[in-house]
């Protein structure tokens, strides 16, 4: 007996309108980030001053009205930027925080996570410290409180690891000041095509905040 060919229930994982809305909503999503992260390239090597939406628009083959169509304004565009970075970084900060490790380990791996991240993004981080004044006021304040809770991953780690006989007992807060800016200051100088791999400067980073740089003599 042949069998009868039914008709997805509506809302089903099988409903046609379900699928062809979930493709749209990956293409939407697609050209969204192709705009995002060519306008971040613009905004690194030229300043977001300098950018207009025809040249963004420009740069991908787009018409300026396609730009519209995705982001309200440039100043979404650079929003864009923030919560991209913002989110990501948190989002490891926090599995890294949450391993069942020592604290040795979590700073490491924290550390680690960060340079890579900062050399894999370096336009995208760019953009992150040096356009925040570009920002409305209220944004800025919302980048600031994003900072605060990110840096809160590595103060509460190296507290942990004072409490745990791990770390020498220093202020968290300095150690972690002192940590994150010799990392945050590579998006200045750091250039794959001078040797050192961004895996070797997440070796030496950690090496030197762990252990300092003065050869100890038995």
Not at 44 to 59: C, K, M, N, T, W
Not at 99 to 121: D, G, Y
Request: with cysteine.
């Amino acid at each position: 007996m042949p069998k009868l060919k039914t008709t997805p229930r509506v809302g089903s994982p099988d409903d046609p309108r379900l699928k062809s809305n979930a493709i749209r909503a990956r293409k939407h999503n697609m050209v969204r980030e192709e705009i995002l992260a060519s306008a971040t390239k613009l905004f690194a090597d030229r300043g977001f001053r300098a950018v207009s939406l025809e040249e963004i628009a420009a740069e991908l083959g787009y018409g300026k009205s396609s730009i519209y169509y995705y982001y309200n304004s440039k100043d979404d565009l650079l929003w864009g930027v923030y919560e991209y970075i913002s989110d990501r970084y948190m989002t490891e900060a926090k599995k890294i925080f949450e391993m069942p490790k020592s604290s040795a380990v979590q700073m490491s791996s924290l550390i680690r996570m960060h340079v890579l991240f900062l050399a894999e993004n370096k336009e995208w981080t760019t953009v992150f410290f040096r356009d925040i004044s570009e920002l409305p006021a209220d944004r800025q304040t919302d980048v600031r409180g994003i900072i605060v809770r990110y840096n809160w991953f590595f103060k509460s780690v190296y507290q942990q690891g004072v409490e745990r006989g791990e770390f020498k007992p220093l202020s968290p807060e300095i150690a972690v000041n002192a940590i994150l800016g010799a990392c945050n200051w590579m998006v200045n100088w750091f250039d794959p095509k001078r040797g050192h791999s961004a895996h070797d400067i997440a070796d030496q980073f950690i090496k030197i905040f762990a252990e300092g740089y003065v050869m100890r003599r038995e």
